[in-house]
């Protein structure tokens, strides 16, 4: 698991992958960091964030994220990231749902969201595929690298995940 960063490396260090986080290109030592955080976190007594590897054919390829971002209204936001030689192919959406399957029947939550850049179109479809409401955008929510991000933000709600 320490030499998971290897493979985090092969796309978190590609300005493609992060040109609308706040993050990265990572260094060899960001990548090393972030697995060394992930594993801590998953050490953690309450635990509230939970990071997935995504492995297609033996190799690992991105990442899946679900942190609870409220424990009395029982609310989680899901994150992804796939090395892009491996967009287009429905990885992200089967992530995403598999996400939101985790949290709503695993971890009980009751609101599950996700927010991308809405210049990042790739990220929209696959949360309207999976059943997600778009709520609206929030202005200058994230530093990046270029500036202030807007974000859209899109919800699925336990009751609506039931009938999907």
């Not at 490396?9 to 590609?14: E, F, L, N, P, T």
């Not at 007594?45 to 492995?55: G, N």
């Not at 969201?113 to 999976?130: F, H, M, Q, W």
Request: a negative charge; hydrophobic letters at 40%.
């Amino acid at each position: 698991m320490e030499h998971d960063w290897i493979d985090v490396h092969k796309y978190a260090s590609q300005d493609i992958v992060c040109q609308y986080q706040p993050w990265g290109p990572n260094t060899e030592e960001d990548s090393k960091g972030f697995v060394n955080q992930v594993i801590e976190d998953a050490n953690q007594e309450l635990r509230t964030r939970f990071v997935f590897a995504i492995v297609y054919n033996a190799y690992m390829i991105g990442a899946g994220e679900l942190n609870i971002r409220d424990l009395t209204n029982k609310v989680g936001e899901i994150a992804y990231i796939v090395n892009p030689s491996y967009w287009g192919i429905g990885i992200a959406t089967d992530v995403a749902m598999l996400l939101i399957d985790f949290g709503f029947e695993e971890l009980k939550l009751h609101r599950i969201y996700a927010t991308c850049d809405p210049r990042n179109i790739g990220s929209s479809k696959v949360l309207e595929k999976v059943g997600m409401t778009k709520e609206g955008r929030i202005r200058e929510d994230l530093l990046i690298k270029d500036g202030w991000r807007d974000s859209l933000l899109y919800s699925l709600l336990e009751h609506e995940w039931k009938k999907i």
